[in-house]
């Protein structure tokens, strides 16, 4: 295989995480009686430009198909994120009824509305159909395509020259990154800014979040190497700021290469992080492997202990993460009876691969388990904060990554 960026041949490994069913796949009851089709989990590492990436055996149809089940709009801390992203932009690009935000992957719309509430003209770029639906239903208008050069270059042929292009945890989910951005710069209104969020690799190898690898996120992203690619593009990294969402992610702000505005002083600073934590080298990728089998033992420690007690665990969020660690861990119901999840769309269905079934979190009421295991770690306060119920029978919660914590 050969880099999606830069065709360097690939010769390093950053993990192998064996084989899973796509982390979205979710069951239906009819489905327990067919196979699953299971692809191989790996993730190399460009040496050139540095570029981490799974290897190539899916296609993002196989992905990304008409009954998706993320909802952006689950998460009340991912839609506060999202409206003081929105009063952010607004201000700081003096948007109005005149201007034009496109956002790509705009889900079920959780961050558009924002926008038109505002009466600030936007459009949604959105290949699943259960989350356009939503995002429609909002009055958001919704293109049913995937982005890339060719349908950025419609839009600029249609009128439609956006002042703001928005992709929120988007960019790592593309399997041609390169037509993408190529994409992003046909799109773009000169004078016009892009911002991309994604998880920052820095915090991904720091904390070992190995279990926000999944097929559906083709890339693994630091800035030097997005900066490589939008220069690459004809683009430039103008700005950049640190989040917490997700286990530390970046937001970067793009510009066209001959924009006249000065590049911020952020840019210069993360790099520089970047570069002292060696990311441009082999050495700190060569322990990641260790450390991610160490969490996995740890975690099937934890569950055949509380078997062997006689005690009852139930897990909470029936994440793509979650789906990782399980798949990876070989856990099955006997382990890990019930997950429970807020989303409705997602209940009554099972896990892909582990086959665990889903129900609404008024089953944790009913079985009372001893233990609560929070699968989406990034929003644990949220759920703990959701369900502090479970402490009235002695329940409590734990997370498996980056270490196990009982709390």
């Given at each position: ?21 796509p982390s979205n796949a979710y069951l ?43 909802f952006s709009s689950t998460s009340a ?132 979040q190995f279990d926000t690898i999944y ?193």
């Amino acid at each position: 295989m050969k880099c999606r960026h830069c065709a360097t041949p690939l010769l390093q490994s950053l993990v192998d995480l064996g084989a899973a069913p796509p982390s979205n796949a979710y069951l239906t009851a009819a489905e327990l009686t067919q196979p699953e089709t299971y692809y191989p989990l790996k993730v190399r590492l460009c040496q050139n430009c540095w570029l981490a990436q799974t290897e190539d055996y899916t296609l993002a149809d196989a992905l990304f198909t008409k009954d998706y089940a993320y909802f952006s709009s689950t998460s009340a801390s991912w839609l506060a994120h999202a409206a003081r992203y929105s009063e952010m932009a607004i201000k700081r690009f003096s948007l109005n009824e005149r201007s034009l935000v496109i956002e790509l992957a705009s889900n079920d719309g959780y961050l558009l509305k924002n926008f038109v509430a505002a009466n600030i003209p936007c459009l949604g770029v959105e290949p699943t159909a259960s989350t356009a639906d939503a995002a429609q239903a909002l009055g958001i208008p919704v293109l049913r395509e995937f982005f890339g050069e060719e349908l950025g270059k419609w839009l600029w042929n249609k009128g439609q020259q956006a002042d703001l292009i928005i992709g929120n945890n988007v960019y790592a989910h593309v399997p041609d990154i390169n037509n993408f951005t190529l994409g992003l710069k046909a799109a773009l209104k000169p004078g016009g800014t892009i911002t991309l969020e994604f998880p920052h690799l820095l915090r991904l190898l720091a904390h070992t979040q190995f279990d926000t690898i999944y097929h559906e996120h083709y890339s693994y992203l630091s800035l030097y190497t997005v900066a490589r690619i939008f220069a690459a593009c004809g683009l430039r990294v103008t700005d950049v700021e640190e989040l917490p969402t997700h286990g530390g992610s970046l937001r970067v702000y793009g510009c066209h290469g001959d924009d006249a505005r000065a590049d911020s002083a952020n840019v210069t600073d993360i790099l520089q992080i970047e570069k002292q934590a060696g990311m441009q080298s082999p050495d700190p990728y060569l322990t990641f492997q260790t450390r991610v089998d160490q969490i996995k033992d740890n975690f099937v420690e934890f569950l055949l202990q509380q078997r062997r007690l006689g005690k009852k665990v139930a897990a909470y969020g029936a994440a793509a993460k979650g789906n990782t660690l399980l798949n990876y861990a070989g856990i099955k119901p006997d382990l890990l009876p019930l997950v429970c999840d807020a989303a409705a769309y997602k209940q009554g269905k099972f896990l892909p691969g582990s086959r665990i079934p889903i129900f609404s979190p008024a089953k944790l009421n009913e079985v009372q388990p001893d233990y609560v295991v929070v699968f989406p770690w990034n929003i644990v306060e949220e759920i703990i904060g959701q369900n502090e119920h479970v402490r009235r029978w002695g329940g409590k919660f734990v997370t498996a990554v980056p270490t196990l914590e009982i709390r």
